[in-house]
Structures are given as structure tokens and as C-alpha cells.
């Protein structure tokens, strides 16, 4: 949801950020923009180039994007349509001062009238323009006031650091910012509710959205928090809080990416997302290394639960958004099942408006990818004001909500560039495992002769995935002929309904096509009115399922009404082949891995469906990975 970057240094600015942008394309793709100073004659200038759609767009603009220091931006639109006009960077009249931003700022309306009325006058329509003539008002303001004061102290103090802190004071909403003025050889950087990150190197600085950003030019980085300003050098960077008036430095340990950028290049494959899709029985092995008991009998990670909490959970509440909320539900089937603990799941943008009922003997587990989506981090928050105690199953190290909760465990998926989640999904399911074995030995729900075979199953999984991986002729198979298709049905019982919830979520995402998802005994409370001769619908039938008969059934209610019947099954036998017009076989599981397996063949079904229908697959339209805003 948009990406920023900025770069002060001895090197030429508009490669890097030019470099910078493609990396952060994920987050927002409508329309991006650069600018930098540069210097000649001991003039300064302010250089500027803004284009609609792809960062691609930016290419070759180097006569126009000299000097050393320089912020851009990749932009999903929140206020005002993808256009050049509206696009980042923001500036002052003059183009003195410029800022990119990521987030919303909710009270831009109200503050623009009062600007106004100032004599301020507004060429785009988005939030961002308001943000930086509200800067601008106060940097004028500020300069003045300075320069008349007779105390030498004042006159020591930075206007446009002033200006940035009464600006934000009036602001409601969430912001990334970065900014910078002509007449400084600075960045100014300030987090509220979206990631920022400063790349420190040698002489040197970056400040991001993403470390992937800067990767290949340092690994050290700062993380900014909330209400954190950064004032940022060629050689040094000053780091304050927007609610310290003094303005002194604060002093915060940086931290040192554990990943390089080959993580978040292509690798020879096509996209991104068949990449990430083929990677799954690395990031599940880099997901289970060190954390197994060698005799089987515990998982290893940190729960800070007390052992009478824990024994006395009353009740679970799994809050997510997307795909993770899919991962979210196969947990509290799992959770309800094996440790028969209540447990919800919420979709966060429901849950945090709803008053939910928080008590101080609940667990609230956050389930994220990017560990920054708006909508999750305040329930998150909420959780904790409430006083309940919190756990995250996060991918993004160092991200905001690995940071808010009390414990948490990293899924160790690694970077994941497509929009469309796929390795993320599978070790979520996997730490979820994790989770229940943990809480199942500690709470004593679970026996020594269950974990043991739980563990050395979970240990299977990176192998059993690369079986799974293996049907793709049978899926380019399944693609073709659903790829003209105007709907398509998901049905799942059980564990399987988050796993056809997935599903349908990754054909919409990437092929565009309709898909819906059912629990399979409610299609025939309404959904079989849609079928067809030659609909397609997907299912899943596991031999050793209670519920076997009844997945027979729902596909029969649906092959009666002419359905065309795609079975990801962990069998073949005369049964299903009549029932069935293509069975995708993955191996056979229990439960518990269902989800993380069956949905193998259903992420290369879509893959290959929008390949076939010519889809940007990394980044579809109107979508973006990290939604940092509401
Ligand atoms: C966006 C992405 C989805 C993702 C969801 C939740 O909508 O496009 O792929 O599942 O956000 O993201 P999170 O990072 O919190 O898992």
C-alpha cells in the first residue's frame, strides 16, 4: 500500500530509487514519482518526475533526476484516481518542499478549509496535497517567528522540524512520511500507523518502507515506531518522538536484515508467485528448523503465558484479514477440535468495531504476513488496552505487530513479492500447528503418543508439499478449462472450508473470475440455484475423513445439475473417478495438515488460469500486499 524510499548520500540518488521503487511495486502500482536536488553553480534545484501506472515509467529520466539526495514513490490510490496530477510526490507552491506518503489522513477535509481559508489553493484531490501546504503553513509560520526571537537557543532549533511536529499534531490518521526542503541537505522522516525503515551505510542513508529497498546497499537498519521523527544525514541520523516537546535524541538499537536480495528476486521463474509457490518446501523446512524436539515431544519457541493462564484459557479469538484470516479459521478448527477451547475468528475490520467482548483471561492470537495491516495491528492493539494477552504469527521481522505483541512466532516464509499470498498461507497453517501442539502438551489435552505423531508428521510436510507440486500438467489441464468460465464454486466441510475459502480467494485475486466459496453443506440452501451444465465447482474428498460419505454426496447434488467437478483428493479409486471430471491428487494427511497441503493444486490452478488468461499475476489490479490503511 504505496512504498517510499529516500536516499541521502555521495552516490547519484535516481538509480537507487529508481532500484528502490521496483522492489516496493508490490505495495502499490497506479502511478509513481521521483524528485532530488541537485546542485549546479552552487544553485539548488529541485528536480521532479511524476508518471500514471508502472514504475517501469521512470526508466531514463536520469538528465532530469540529478544529485545525491532524493525521495519516490510507488502509489495505490486512496484519495483521487491514478493520475500524474495526483500522484507523489506532494509540493508547496514554489517546490520548495516535497513529501511522499503512505497511509490516510482522515481529517484532510477539515484541515484544507482551514488552509483555505489561508489563501491556499489545492490542484489534486488527494489527502497528501493537504498534508504538505499544512507543513508548508507551518514552516513559513515558523521561520518567521525564528527569526525575529532574540533567544539563542530558538534561533539554534530547525523551522522545518517544527513545522513537521505541529503539522502531525493536527493530523488524525495514519502516515508514513518522508520530505525533504530545498534548502537543506536533510530527510525528514515521521511513522504513524504505516512502516518506515532507515538503511544506515557507510556515508550514507536510505529510509524505506521495505528494507528490500536498500538491501543491496546496506543490511543495517533502524526500524521507526510510532511517533518516531527522523532527521535524517549524509553521515548521521537523529531519531525523536513527536510527543517529546524538548526534542531530544532518542536512542533505539538497530537491528540487521538476516535476508538478501536474492530473496526477493525473480530466480529465473516467470512471477513471482510461481516462485513463491515453489519455494514452499524450503520456507516450511527454514519454518520447522530448530524447533522440533529431537524426541519429538515438544516444539520450541517462547509462549510468555503463565502456566495458569494457559490452563485456564477461556477463550481464543483469532483476528486476521485475507488469506491469513483462512489460516485463522483451519486454527480454530483445530484448536476447538484438539484442545476444545472456544475460539473465534474475526475479520480485524469487524472486530474492532464491534465492542467485542475481551476478557483478561483470553488469548488473542494476530495472524499477518507484512505485520502492518492497518486494520489488524488496531485490533491488536485494542486487544492489549483491554488487557488480554496477545500472540502473533508473523512473516515480516521487526514489523510493527511483532513488535506490539506479548509473544509471537515468525513463520520464516521470507520475503513473499506477489500480492497473492501462497508461502505465507502454508506456514502460517504450520505455526498454527506449532501453537496447538504447544498449548495441547502444556494444558495436557494432548498425550505424549499424539504429539510424538503429530511432530513427525509436521516434519514430513516439507516433502509432502514437493509431492503436491509435482500434478502441474494435470493443472495447466484443470486451467484451460475453467479459464473462460464466468464463476466458480469452492466447496469445503470441516478443516477444508478455510482451504476452499483460499482457494476461491486466489482464483478472484489473480484471474479475475468470479468464485465463491460454500461451506458444501450450504450450497443447497441457495448456491445450486446457480449451477449449470459445465459450472466448474472444486472440492476436496480425503479418504480417512468422518465425512466422507457426505463430500460424496454435496458432489453428487452438484454433478446432478450438470457441474464440471474438479476433486483435489488423496486418493484415486473407481468411486471418485465417476464422480469426478479431473481429481488432482495430493498425499494423504492427517487433519491437521490438510489445509496446508490440499491448498497446493489450488494455487497453481489459479497460476495457471490467469497465465492463460494473459492476468498480471504479481500485481492484479486494484490490489495491494500490505494494507496499511482502512
Ligand atoms: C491484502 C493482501 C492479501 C493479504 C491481506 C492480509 O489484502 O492482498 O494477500 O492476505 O492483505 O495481509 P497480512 O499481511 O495481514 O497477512
Known sequence: MCGIIGYIGPKVAYPILLTGLKRMEYR???SAGISTISIEDNQRAVNIVKKQGKVSNLENKQTELQGNLGLAHTRWATHGQPSELNSHPHFNDDKSLMLVHN?????????????????????????????????????????????TTLQNYEQKKDPLELALRAALHDVVGAYGIVLFHKDTNKLYAAKHGSPLVIGIGKNEHFVASDPAAFLDHTRRVLYLEDEDIAIIKENSYELKSLCSHNGECIKRKEDLVDWDITAVEKNG?????????????????????????????????????????????KRISIIACGTSSYAAMAGKFLIEKYLRIPTEVEVASEWRY??????????????????????????????????????????????TMS???????????????????????????????????????????????????????????????????????????????????????????????????????KIKEISYIHAEDFASGEMKHGPIALLEKGFPVVTFVNKNDPLYEKNLSSIQEAKARGAYIIVVA?????????????????????????????????????????????????????LAKSVTVE
Open 269 to 313: 521463474y516467470e512471477h513471482f508467485m510461481l516462485k513463491e509457490i515453489m519455494e514452499q518446501p524450503q520456507t516450511l523446512a527454514n519454518c520447522l528448523a530448530g524447533r522440533l524436539d529431537p524426541q519429538f515431544n515438544d516444539i520450541k519457541f517462547t509462549l510468555k503465558l503463565t502456566l495458569n493462564f494457559i490452563k485456564n484459557i
Open 28 to 30: 502499490g502500482y497506479d
Open 403 to 505: 513488535r506490539e505483541v506479548d509473544s509471537g512466532i515468525y513463520i520464516h516464509a521470507g520475503p513473499e513479492i506477489c500480492v497473492a499470498s501462497t508461502k505465507a498461507f502454508t506456514a502460517q497453517v504450520l505455526c498454527l500447528n506449532f501453537l496447538l501442539i504447544k498449548l495441547g502438551k502444556i494444558r495436557g489435552d494432548l498425550t505424549e503418543t499424539q504429539i510424538q505423531r503429530m511432530i513427525s508428521n509436521l516434519l514430513n510436510t516439507p516433502e509432502l508439499v514437493k509431492q503436491s507440486l509435482n500434478n502441474i500438467e494435470q493443472i495447466k489441464a484443470a486451467a484451460n478449462l475453467i479459464k473462460d468460465k464466468q464463476s466458480i464454486f469452492y466447496l469445503g466441510r470441516g478443516i477444508n472450508f478455510a482451504t476452499a475459502k483460499e482457494g476461491a480467494i
Open 354 to 399: 464491534k465492542n467485542p467482548i475481551i476478557s483478561k483471561d483470553d488469548l488473542v492470537i494476530v495472524i499477518s504476513q507484512s505485520g502492518e495491516t492497518a486494520d489488524t495491528l488496531a485490533a491488536l492493539k485494542l486487544a492489549k488496552q483491554f488487557g488480554a494477552k496477545t500472540f502473533g504469527i508473523i512473516n515480516v521481522v521487526g514489523s
Open 103 to 147: 497511509g490516510i489522513i482522515e481529517n484532510y477535509l477539515t484541515i484544507k478549509r482551514n488552509l483555505e481559508q489561508r489563501g491556499y489553493v489545492f490542484h489534486t484531490q488527494t489527502d497528501t496535497e493537504v498534508l504538505t501546504k499544512l507543513i508548508d503553513y507551518y514552516h513559513k509560520k515558523c521561520k518567521q517567528k525564528l527569526s
Open 570 to 622: 488423496d486418493h484415486i479409486d473407481s468411486t471418485l473417478q465417476s464422480y469426478a471430471d479431473t481429481i488432482l491428487q495430493v498425499p494423504k494427511v492427517p487433519d491437521y495438515l490438510q489445509p496446508l497441503i490440499n491448498t497446493i493444486p489450488l494455487q497453481l490452478l489459479a497460476y495457471y488460469t490467469a497465465k492463460l488468461r494473459g492476468c498480471e499475476i504479481d500485481q492484479p489490479k486494484n
